[in-house]
């Protein structure tokens, strides 16, 4: 099979498609064919920094496909069901790839109305979005939510899960995308280029602070008892001081979970939850897909299939 590799961190042109073996499923795990394969910023950091173990080692944890065999002691998933899921992240899981293995409750079945494409491009936005708001944040009908960054890959699927549970959201955006996230049900939306978006709202009950950077800037906008919940590493000291100072801030890491990868497939199934897939990339092409990405101007997610 054909699967991508690094053999030193850098950039984009660090990464090559070899030949390997098709891996086997063990105790608990099945065996998918990739079907399609999301891309998400945590690859290029990943590919940069590392923090995946020695090298060689390969990036991607997105993957949305056919299960081609299962190991001992699965009893959720048979041969040729489709399923959709974020294997083993933050450990190596090599989505990358035309299969991969995955335990199998680090997965769920894929809504049947929804394509490769889309399911590929839910799992670790969509659990980001849908932990950072509902988990931590627990965001309530009426709240006002800001969502910086609302077009992006985790910003487009806050602004819906945020709207199902009866939020009121604002939402930061270039202006040439504002059309787009109120299609995506935001309430305001602001356009971070040309207006001071500390001078334009207040009486917020969560920040969901998806670009680094930014929590300072904005805590002001908090309504008392506000919460912020922070999606980077590099915004962990900033937490602290926020916490420091008297605020409820969390810094959040993505988790793998079936139970929340199941409530995302309900929404998408109802057509509450829909992923916008900007563009998508032969396998061959890894390197463009990590270009256009790492340009930080995408709409929605960067696709993969092998």
Request: proline share 6%.
């Amino acid at each position: 099979m054909r699967r991508v590799m690094q053999s030193k961190l850098g950039g984009p042109d660090v990464l090559e498609v070899v030949e390997a073996e098709v891996p086997q499923p063990g105790p608990t795990e099945v065996l998918v064919e990739v079907k399609a394969a999301g891309v998400n910023p945590v690859d290029w950091k990943m590919r940069t920094g590392g923090g995946l173990g020695d090298l060689p080692f390969s990036v991607g944890w997105d993957v949305s496909g056919t299960v081609a065999a299962v190991g001992a002691g699965v009893t959720r998933f048979r041969p040729g069901d489709e399923v959709f899921g974020m294997p083993r992240f933050p450990a190596e899981a090599g989505a990358y790839a035309e299969f991969v293995t995955a335990p199998s409750r680090h997965l769920a079945l894929k809504p049947p109305g929804m394509s490769h494409l889309q399911a590929a491009g839910l799992p670790l936005a969509g659990l980001t979005a849908w932990q950072a708001l509902v988990t931590v944040a627990r965001v309530a009908a009426g709240e006002r939510v800001l969502i910086p960054a609302a077009a992006g890959g985790v910003g487009h699927l806050a602004v819906q899960i945020a709207k199902a549970h009866g939020a009121y959201v604002i939402a930061t955006a270039s202006g040439a995308k504002h059309d787009f996230v109120r299609g995506l049900g935001a309430d305001e939306v602001i356009d971070y280029r040309t207006s001071e978006v500390s001078s334009r709202v207040r009486d917020v009950d969560v920040l969901l602070a998806t670009v680094a950077g930014q929590i300072r800037g904005l805590v002001e906008v908090l309504a008392p008892g506000g919460r912020v919940v922070a999606l980077n590493g590099a915004d962990a000291e900033t937490v602290q001081w926020a916490a420091d100072n008297g605020l409820r801030a969390d810094f959040m890491l993505v988790e793998p979970d079936r139970a929340d990868l199941e409530v995302l497939a309900s929404l998408a199934g109802e057509g509450r939850l829909t992923v916008h897939i900007d563009r998508v990339f032969p396998l061959g092409q890894v390197i463009d897909a990590h270009h256009l990405g790492e340009e930080g101007r995408t709409t929605g997610k960067i696709i993969l299939t092998p």
